[in-house]
């Protein structure tokens, strides 16, 4: 059995590591991405509560759960980077987020270490930087058994991106087992950029920790954006299994967070 080495902990993950990256444009892969996928192939369903893609009944796959924090400063674009992952229209006009909002978007992959295909169900909790201030149960309510925290920062928005480090700080605990990732929005308005790759390599060297960038651009509704997406949560869960790995001692996720397909 293939086992995560010690001082992999200690390094950033490569892409592809663990998942076959090549699988989605296999036959069964696409048999199975076309599930989670709307008639234009270029975003995600979205699904109901009770809801499940409805995977080909030949196709043996497994489903993993997880819970995922979102966390920046106010108007960085975490409910319009949110909305363009799940498939949900971004907004084209910002709005502080009220409260607590979650969105469940399923995405599938097939992991290296079992050659099996699994769905990732992620869900995604949001909400606005006024909100964590106000009340004091909200910060707790989203980190209370997160799998991982997403912060997000602003290309054109240099003090949102020199915040991550203290916020990075601010949460973690030395029994903290969440898996950290960055994303960074705005990354079509590259001519206004706050951020150099200077800026980009040395966070990255320093804290193990990869930034992914993102277009939220209204209406972009094409394969680039597409692949935009793919990109993303194609690293969202490679981290994710990584977490399971450390967890379990190398053997993957634990019994409660795997159901198997029907």
Known sequence: MWILATEDYFKMLASGSLLNLD??????????????????????????????????????????????????????????????????????VHSETQGIQTTSLFWPGKILQQNKASMFQIQFWDTGENSTKKYDHIMPACLDKADAVIFLFSFIDKSSFDDIPHQLTRISTPKDNTTKLVIGTKFDQF?????????????????????????????????????????????????????????????GPPGDNKISYC
């Open 23 to 92: 699988w989605l444009k296999t036959r069964e892969g696409q048999e199975v991405l076309a599930s989670v996928l709307q008639r234009n192939l270029t975003k995600l369903k979205r699904f109901g509560l009770l809801e499940r893609p409805m995977v080909p009944l030949h196709i043996s796959i497994s489903e993993v759960r997880y819970k995922v924090f979102l966390l920046g400063k106010s108007g960085v674009g975490k409910t319009s980077t949110l909305a363009k992952l799940s498939g949900c229209p971004i907004p084209v």
């Open 191 to 251: 001519a206004h950029s706050e951020i150099t790759q200077r800026d980009i390599r040395d966070f990255e060297h320093n804290w193990k920790i990869p930034i992914l960038k993102t277009r939220n651009i209204p209406d972009a509704e094409n394969q680039s954006s597409f692949n935009d997406i793919a990109q993303n949560l194609n690293i969202i869960c490679e981290h994710l299994w990584q977490r399971d790995l450390k967890m379990g001692g190398g053997k």
